[in-house]
């Protein structure tokens, strides 16, 4: 049949065939290549994700085990323990407070770390027993040093038992496991990790162990972040889930719910995936990607593994729509193929022969050469086309081929007009892109994390400074920076990189050019098409004109510290702006904390040197008085003798003419007294206006440390103070700290009036500051433990066994969401008053504790109480000195009288309420002397 046929059908069915043939292998091998290559490509992308979260994993680690070596090398632990072993053979009390000094010491060691470390759940210093000798907890909003009354032993523990016998350096890693509390699970469920190191003596025998319990979250968090193709799994080195998409099947050992790797797959597969290395392994058309993670670098025996499960659905989908668009593009070839072979089966069949040859080369798998034209007709043209069609071929098979080696930037030199080729052209686009993506990622993060370290680093401005722009220039590659800083209400250059000093200024006001723009709107200032003479940096030959220009202001969330100045020869690209600003906050939060610090230690310093001389004054003025007392105490002396004389002379009048030069000579001695006297009247009016002078400068440093008016009226709804000094100095003071979620405010009463009265409160108002404001805690018993052993400290009351103190009341206000305030208070022997709509005011009595002065017990403590105050609530805070108000018949006014005037006034506003509180104490006084300073406090809730 096929010989009965004519020769142009003959032709159009070889054609066909041969179009079809060529279409559906091009097709077919395209889509291979570019289906592996996306496959190969979707695998390389999750091991470099799964590597990247191990590595932060890992890097998370380390420094955590870098802690914990670092707090068992602790030159203070060292001391402690010496100071132990000293117990062991000398038990005076200068021993014992030794010990317990370095104990204290150790302690805020500890507690400063977990502060700054939110990872530490628990930092521990346990004896050769296991007793805990040492213990600070964080449960991630507050960090707790925990009673001595309070610590357990742990000598049977696994951990301690494993530690205690390690060697010197030698860490213990404890397994990623659901803490634990007096035997049972805590819930909700708190992952835990704990490293631990034996401490040794001088001697090198084994005195305890350092041990941290670490929040496991980070770990976890960074697994299930990001997820890429398939399912991210955390397995102990057993195959128990220790992370599962499926909650129900985590820690299998702990709850003993028997959930494993090889309970969902078989144990052959299971056992490959828990091997530690890094592995891809292929599984009933599944890809398996698994790698190990260390706790311990140098012990590769305890690991977890990591791994992923990438389903073959989840690739397919990624081929799918390049499989149709070659479908699509394969049936338009066939179609125009057709109509080609159509008009082209009617030329002579000699061409035709030839390309018949070809065609069947082709189709054997090879690529045939170029075919030469001899005839410009349908058929030269036809052979033409095919020769094109081999030439793409060619090269389309070349692309494909680098693609799946990676070569990203591989040219397509083939007609851009046709389908396939703009397939594969997107395809690269998007690879290339992709990559660009995970550059930019890791540069970001990388450059965000060194400029952490650098600013870490240094604790002054000036050495941040000169470092901070040198490695802005290198690292951004930029080829002007200028860095301005806050100071007294202008910018001042800190320093600057590739900028002649000419060309700078050195301060500039807040809203000149800009810098000073930037700083005042608080926004970032983009110029990326500078003029060629704007902007330019010269070097010894020649001067390279500046392209764009990026301001940016360095701002934290509640002020600016200064701006950051960049230009450079080309366009900023977004995520670099993005990096900077970025940057900028880091060092904006660096300079305001070493500011805060700055300023704490320069007050500090001025109180102390005010308060020596205010002593060395003190000291003179005393021996005047006992010289002035030694002079009268003669004269009253003289005149007696002079009266005596006088008896005589009456008596005896003949002798007094004898002794008549006796007496003129006792004349001249008491003229000589009375001159002596008028000039120590002198010296005591010169030093009595000395010592007036001081006190006004005292009064002016109390008055710098005192709640301004605007500060409590910012804080409250409404208040009123009443603040009366019984001298121009009062032993009085009120303190106020605001956050974000609570209002602090204290009212203290110091021991002394005057001068020392004055710098107790500077005292008090410090240690308040540091432990609310530095270390953050808002807790109001432990507060006042810390303001009771400043004073101690700072008094050296241990030693002398002063009785100089304070008492005090601090609130904390906690507004909740139901509208409700909720208020935790300390108190020690003072009262606080409150009416909350009641028919009558109630009466909160403080504990019979002072803060400072003599202790006898090893620690004292304050509690904190707590209760919930409804909208409308009024509270006064008062000292005893409004309690102590006499009388004409030195009666006090006492808590019954207090109440009695409150009861009268408690539903007027507080001006009234103020102005009858004043009234009835000046009507219960009636011109009485004051005896001790007067202080109440009105809050409305």
């Not at 323990?81 to 005076?92: E, R």
Request: aromatic share 8%; net charge neutral; proline share 2%.
């Amino acid at each position: 049949m096929f010989t009965n046929l004519t020769i142009r059908r003959k032709l159009t069915l070889f054609i066909s065939v041969l179009l079809i043939v060529t279409v559906v292998s091009s097709i077919l091998v395209a889509n291979y290549v570019v289906s592996n290559t996306l496959k190969n490509q979707a695998l390389e992308n999750a091991r470099n994700e799964m590597h990247t979260k191990v590595e932060f994993i890992s890097s998370y680690l380390d420094a955590l085990r870098n802690d914990v070596r670092v707090l068992s090398q602790s030159l203070t632990l060292q001391k402690l323990l010496d100071a132990q072993i000293q117990l062991q053979t000398d038990t005076s009390a200068q021993a014992l407070e030794n010990y317990e000094r370095l104990k204290q010491s150790l302690k805020q060691d500890y507690y400063t770390l977990s502060n700054v470390r939110k990872s530490f759940m628990q930092l521990r210093y346990l004896d050769h027993t296991g007793k805990e000798v040492i213990r600070v907890d964080n449960n991630r909003s507050v960090v707790k040093i925990i009673p001595d009354n309070q610590l357990q032993n742990k000598g049977k523990s696994d951990y301690f038992l494993k530690t205690i016998q390690n060697k010197p350096g030698q860490l213990y890693a404890s397994a990623l496991n659901l803490n634990k509390e007096q035997g049972k699970i805590e819930i909700p469920y708190n992952p835990v990790i704990r490293y631990a190191l034996p401490i040794f003596d001088k001697a090198n025998q084994v005195r305890g162990i350092v041990i941290a319990n670490i929040y496991a979250n980070v770990v976890l968090e960074q697994v299930q972040s990001e997820l890429g193709l398939g399912q991210i799994y955390l397995t102990d080195q057993q195959g128990y889930y220790l992370y599962h998409p499926n909650a129900n099947k985590q820690w299998g050992r702990d709850l003993k719910t028997q959930e494993k790797l090889s309970k969902d797959y078989n144990q052959a597969l299971a056992k490959k995936l828990l091997k530690a290395s890094s592995k891809v392994i292929q599984h009933n058309g599944n890809f398996f990607i698994s790698t190990s993670i260390y706790p311990l670098k140098n012990d590769k025996q305890s690991y977890w593994v990591m791994l992923e499960k990438i389903t073959s659905e989840s690739i397919q989908k990624k081929t799918n729509t390049l499989s149709n668009t070659l479908l699509a593009v394969g049936v338009v070839v066939l179609v125009l193929g057709f109509l080609f072979t159509y008009f082209f089966s009617r030329t002579f069949t000699r061409p035709i022969q030839y390309l018949k040859k070809n065609i069947v080369q082709l189709m054997q798998g090879e690529i045939p050469t170029a075919i030469d034209i001899h005839n410009k007709d349908e058929v030269g043209e036809m052979t033409q086309r095919f020769n094109e069609l081999v030439h793409n071929i060619q090269h389309m098979a070349a692309f494909a081929k680098k693609l799946g080696d990676g070569e990203h930037n591989a040219h397509l030199e083939v007609s851009s007009q046709m389908v396939l080729v703009e397939a594969l052209n997107k395809m690269k686009h998007s690879l290339s892109a992709n990559k660009m993506d995970t550059e930019i990622r890791k540069w970001t993060g990388e450059g965000l994390a060194r400029f952490a370290e650098l600013l870490r680093g240094h604790n002054t401005m000036e050495e941040v400074f000169e470092e901070l722009t040198n490695e802005i220039a290198k690292y951004l590659g930029v080829h002007w920076v200028c860095l301005y800083i806050l100071q007294d209400d202008k910018l001042v250059l800190a320093n600057f990189y590739g900028v002649s000093k000419e060309d700078t200024k050195e301060e500039l006001s807040l809203r000149d050019g800009l810098v000073g723009q930037a700083f005042y709107k608080k926004e970032p200032i983009y110029i990326n098409q500078l003029s060629d003479n704007f902007l330019s940096v010269n070097s010894a030959t020649i001067s390279v004109p500046m392209q764009s220009l990026l301001v940016v202001p360095l701002k934290t969330y509640d002020q600016t510290e200064g701006v950051l100045e960049l230009a450079h020869t080309r366009h900023f690209e977004q995520h670099e702006i993005e990096f900077i600003e970025e940057l900028c906050s880091a060092i904006a939060v660096t300079i305001a904390s070493i500011r805060n610090k700055e300023h704490i230690n320069n007050m500090l310093e001025q109180a102390q040197e005010y308060t020596h001389k205010l002593e060395t004054q003190e000291e003179e003025l005393r021996q005047n008085l006992e010289e002035i007392a030694a002079t009268q105490e003669n004269l009253a002396n003289q005149n007696a003798e002079l009266k005596k004389s006088e008896r005589t002379i009456k008596e005896q009048n003949k002798i007094l003419v004898n002794q008549e030069s006796v007496l003129r000579t006792n004349m001249e001695q008491l003229q000589q007294v009375q001159t002596e006297l008028e000039q120590r009247n002198k010296e005591i009016a010169e030093q009595h206006k000395l010592i007036q002078s001081s006190i006004n400068y005292a009064t002016n440093i109390q008055k710098a440390i005192l709640p301004s008016q605007t500060e409590l009226t910012n804080a409250f709804r409404d208040y009123f103070l009443i603040y009366k000094p019984k001298n121009k100095i009062s032993g009085d003071f009120y303190w106020l700290h605001k956050t974000k979620e609570k209002t602090l405010v204290a009212l203290i009463d110091c021991t002394g009036h005057g001068v020392p009265g004055g710098f107790m409160s500077l005292i008090g108002s410090n240690l308040l500051n540091q432990i609310v404001i530095e270390n953050q805690n808002t807790v109001p018993g432990e507060i006042l433990e810390y303001v009771h052993n400043g004073i101690r400290k700072l008094l050296r009351q241990s030693e002398k066994n002063g009785g100089d103190g304070m008492v005090a009341s601090l609130c904390s206000f906690e507004p909740q969401p139901d509208g409700t305030t909720l208020l935790n208070y300390s108190s020690t022997k003072q009262f606080i008053f409150y009416h909350n709509g009641t028919p009558q005011i109630q009466v909160l009595k403080g504990e019979r504790k002072i803060l400072g002065g003599w202790q006898k017990e090893k620690r004292r403590t304050f509690a904190t109480n707590q209760m919930v105050l409804q909208p409308n609530t009024t509270l006064y805070l008062t000292t005893d000195g409004i309690l102590d108000i006499p009388n004409k018949r030195r009666k006090r006014l006492g808590v019954s009288g207090l109440l009695n005037v409150l009861e009268e006034v408690k539903t007027q506003s507080f001006d009234l309420q103020k102005k009858a509180l004043i009234s009835a104490i000046n009507q219960h006084t009636h011109g009485s002397e004051q005896r001790d300073d007067v202080s109440i406090l009105g809050i409305l809730i």
